[in-house]
């Protein structure tokens, strides 16, 4: 016996389908730049915190907690209750949920990276008079980011994938329409293999350009 594949069946489903990718997209880069970006800087705070100890205790439990009781956190919190504001978006809330795995993941990375700058670097700096400014603009950051990048860049692979777990709460993503599609189509199979193309397509770039970017000399530059 041969399978039946049949994949023109889905043709109606086309702009929804697009809609989702873009979708998927969309959360997945506004959850990683602004996930990144708050990290960096949480990083930089838990470093002249005086009580590290307990900040880093409190950034561990976050990164413990599964994504998807994130999104079900956001999603079902008491808005109007607590805040007397509208309850927010799927969308919004699967940003907020990968956004903040971002953050707390991005802050532990750049709280570690600082003890791998090259002290005798820093130090050659303020012997030349070199600003603190400007010792973390052009020594510090540049080396921060040269140790976490690839790292960086494994996780924000990941996000794009997890982002499919936004379709459980009812954002209308490529997941959540190929489910709509393969439910009134009853071809399930041939949903699925489209949606996994559909993330090679979107994956394998990223994972060519980690690789890349692992054997690149300014990678393994030092300051």
Excluded: H
């Excluded at 130090?123 to 080396?143: E, F, M, T, V």
């Amino acid at each position: 016996m041969t399978y039946d594949w049949d994949f023109s069946i889905f043709a109606p489903y086309l702009f929804p389908l697009l809609r989702g990718i873009w979708l998927t997209i969309e959360i997945s880069v506004v959850s990683a730049v602004a996930g990144t970006v708050a990290g960096f800087a949480l990083g930089g705070i838990y470093r002249a915190m005086p009580l590290q100890k307990i900040a880093l205790f409190f950034n561990d439990v976050l990164r413990a907690i599964p994504l998807l009781v994130l999104l079900f956190f956001f999603f079902f919190f008491p808005y109007q209750a607590v805040f007397g504001i509208q309850p927010l978006s799927p969308v919004v809330c699967s940003i907020l949920a990968l956004g903040l795995s971002q953050v707390v993941f991005t802050a532990d990375l750049v709280y570690s990276a600082v003890d791998g700058v090259s002290q005798r670097s820093i130090q050659g700096a303020r012997s030349l008079g070199l600003k603190d400014s400007a010792i973390w603009r052009y020594i510090i950051l540049p080396d921060i980011i040269r140790q976490i990048l690839p790292t960086l860049i494994a996780f924000w692979i990941g996000i794009l994938k997890l982002s499919s777990l936004a379709s459980v709460i009812g954002a209308e993503e490529l997941v959540f329409v190929a489910k709509v599609a393969s439910g009134q189509r009853f071809r399930s199979l041939e949903a699925w293999v489209l949606v996994a193309v559909i993330y090679v397509i979107l994956v394998l770039p990223l994972t060519l350009a980690v690789r890349r970017l692992e054997k690149s000399e300014w990678l393994k530059r030092r300051t």
